[in-house]
Each structure stands twice: as structure tokens, then as C-alpha cells.
Nanobody
Framework: QVQLVESGGGLVQSGGSLRLSCVAS????????MGWYRQGPMNERELVAT???????NYADSVKGRFFISRSDAQNTVYLQMNNLKTEETAVYYC??????????????WGQGTQVTVSA
């Protein structure tokens, strides 16, 4: 079992910054990839950024150069620094972890989400 707890969401003005955090708790799995996704009103959930255990990074084109993902292995934590936020980025931001035990089977877990609201 894996528990993911997000924090750091809130209300920010357009052009502002926020830093999201996600702490993963697990005693059974190795964490392969952690990432952030978001779902705005009337939108499907979409990828924002991911980071692998080998530090391979992946960003949505729309956030490149403004959002930065990082992680702390010691704390099983992934961060998302979001700069120059836009109103259209108002969404619930979800943390996701891809985990496994070293076999070919992997599992994915989601956090409960944290609301980010960007005002004009």
C-alpha cells in the first residue's frame, strides 16, 4: 500500500508562484516514478511533470520553463515549483506514484489532490 499526501495548493494571482509537495508513505514498494497531474473544470486529467528514480524528467509543453519538478529520496517527497502561473492553470493538482517490487508488475497510486486557483 502507498499513501500520497499533497500540500501547498492555494490561491495565487496570475504571474505568481506556488510550490506543491507530495509525501509518499510505503513500506512495501520501490518508487519508480512520481509526478504531478492536474484536472481543471470541464477538463480531463493531464500530465504536468514526472520524475523517475533515475532523475529522468518529463514536462508538459505548456509548463516547460515555468514549472520545475524535483524530489527528495530521503523524504520520499516530490516537489513542483510553479512560476508565472496563468489563470487557465486553475485546477486540482494530483500526485501520482508508480511503484513496484522489482518484478515486471507495477502499480499506480494517486493522492487526494490539492486545489490551485489562479486569479486574474
Amino acid at each position: 500500500q502507498v499513501q500520497l499526501v499533497e500540500s501547498g495548493g492555494g490561491l495565487v494571482q496570475s504571474g505568481g508562484s506556488l510550490r506543491l509537495s507530495c509525501v509518499a508513505s510505503t513500506s512495501s514498494f520501490s518508487i519508480y516514478v512520481m509526478g504531478w497531474y492536474r484536472q481543471g473544470p470541464m477538463n480531463e486529467r493531464e500530465l504536468v511533470a514526472t520524475i523517475s528514480s533515475a532523475d529522468k524528467l518529463n514536462y508538459a509543453d505548456s509548463v516547460k520553463g515555468r514549472f520545475f519538478i524535483s524530489r527528495s529520496d530521503a523524504q520520499n517527497t516530490v516537489y513542483l515549483q510553479m512560476n508565472n502561473l496563468k489563470t487557465e492553470e486553475t485546477a486540482v493538482y494530483y500526485c501520482k506514484a508508480l511503484v513496484g517490487t522489482g518484478s515486471s508488475v507495477t502499480y499506480q497510486y494517486w493522492g487526494q489532490g490539492t486545489q490551485v486557483t489562479v486569479s486574474a
